[in-house]
């Protein structure tokens, strides 16, 4: 077989056609409960991605947010605990806290902050607090102990403002915690202080962490169970294979494609010969028995990133192929044609052969700012029925450039 019908593309939402192997990751994540906070990796991905995109707006404001109020609280200081910003430069103070949320901040306007931001915040948040422990830490050899509540509203704001995963947040707060004991210890601070604090600050870090925990797991179940109604609502409910919304979404995305790569897109229109005759003759119910197996043969030529097998409609179906040219395309065509064939299902019923065939219409082109792929499916549908016309059972390409069929028939 050729590679149109062989080669395995990889399942992502963004890149999912046949639909099949997507819908069942998805269905066996719900089904094992999201127990394990992760998906496969390619789901994991599009999930990461959309959730960051989602919550872009408004993590942007709350990173504004927190760089206005730690501003506006290093100024609090400096008349409250005059003694701290003694201890601690007030401009040391508000010039790395300020600069770890700018720096956060300019992280969500990179191509690819989905991926980076997590990564690069979680060192920076984790940093920041530490650095609140140890500011504590130092106001309290000054007698000064109130500054301790801050790395209690840092842990919260790491779980829950800051844009972090369950599992990124998690590390950074338990690598404060650790900083924290092990500072204390540095600073010689009475374990009763320490412990008193520490209760405390393990307390909101339990509270914390299994709420963002629920948190999580509940948008992951409510992201695959949305993926799993909009994969549904995009196939045909009968064959299981793309159906004609999702065709012509997908048409429209790889016609911009190959207008920017100026590469050919082939359109293949596949129309059982003789359907009526056959529902007349073996019954409806065998009637949806040769469309399931006509479209697993169709599905096979649709499996490459950009390419896309779909039911049009009835018992026609479509083959949409990114990159491939004329000649290429009246290949497949001819393939499809003859794989249908070798189905050997008995079709008494037909004038043109003993069992089930299809008729094939093709067209490629270029995609140019003067055309559209609204007229690329006519084409394909006007060759399709100059195949019927010749005589069913037979691949027909409408060529853009000589304006005239090319044909394959059977042998």
């Not at 007229?375 to 195949?387: E, I, T, V």
Request: charged share 20%; hydrophobic share 50%.
């Amino acid at each position: 077989m050729n590679d149109h019908g062989q080669s395995f593309r990889p399942q992502t939402p963004a890149a999912t056609h046949d639909g099949a192997d997507y819908a069942e990751s998805l269905q066996r994540h719900l089904e094992r409960g999201v127990r394990s906070m992760r998906f496969e990796p390619s789901l994991e991905a599009a999930y990461r991605d959309e959730q960051f995109q989602e919550g872009l707006k408004y993590l942007r404001i709350n990173l504004a947010m927190l760089m206005a109020l730690v501003c506006a609280i290093v100024q609090v200081d400096r008349l409250v605990i005059p003694k701290v910003s003694e201890a601690v430069p007030h401009v040391a103070r508000l010039g790395v806290m300020v600069l770890i949320l700018a720096v956060a901040f300019a992280l969500t306007f990179g191509r690819r902050a989905s991926l980076w931001y997590p990564r690069i915040m979680t060192v920076l948040m984790t940093a920041g607090m530490m650095g609140i422990a140890w500011i504590g830490l130092l106001a309290w050899t000054l007698d000064e102990d109130r500054l301790f509540v801050r790395l209690v509203i840092a842990t919260i704001a790491a779980y829950f403002i800051m844009g972090l995963r369950f599992r990124l947040a998690l590390a950074g707060n338990l690598a404060s915690i650790a900083f924290y004991v092990a500072a204390a210890r540095w600073f010689a601070m009475p374990t009763l202080d320490m412990v008193q604090f520490l209760a405390m600050l393990l307390t909101t870090s339990v509270i914390c962490a299994v709420g963002a925990h629920h948190l999580e797991r509940a948008r992951r179940v409510a992201w695959l169970e949305g993926q799993l109604l909009s994969e549904i609502a995009l196939r045909d409910g009968l064959t299981g294979i793309n159906n004609r919304r999702r065709l012509d979404q997908h048409l429209q995305q790889i016609w911009q494609q190959g207008l920017r790569e100026r590469k050919p897109i082939a359109v293949l229109f596949a129309d059982i010969d003789c359907f009526k005759a056959y529902n007349d003759h073996y019954g409806h119910q065998a009637g949806d028995g040769a469309l399931k197996a006509v479209a697993s043969v169709i599905a096979r030529f649709g499996r490459r990133p950009l390419d896309m097998a779909a039911r049009f409609g009835g018992e026609e179906f479509a083959v949409v192929l990114f990159d491939t040219g004329r000649d290429e395309a009246l290949r497949i065509g001819e393939e499809i044609r003859a794989q249908v064939r070798a189905l050997t299902l008995a079709h008494a019923g037909s004038p043109v052969a003993p069992v089930l065939t299809v008729s094939v219409g093709i067209a490629s082109m270029v995609p140019t700012a003067e055309r559209n792929c609204a007229g690329l499916l006519q084409l394909a549908d006007q060759a399709l029925y100059s195949a019927k016309d010749g005589g069913r059972d037979r691949a027909r390409l409408i060529d853009v450039e000589l304006e005239g069929p090319t044909e394959t028939t059977a042998r």
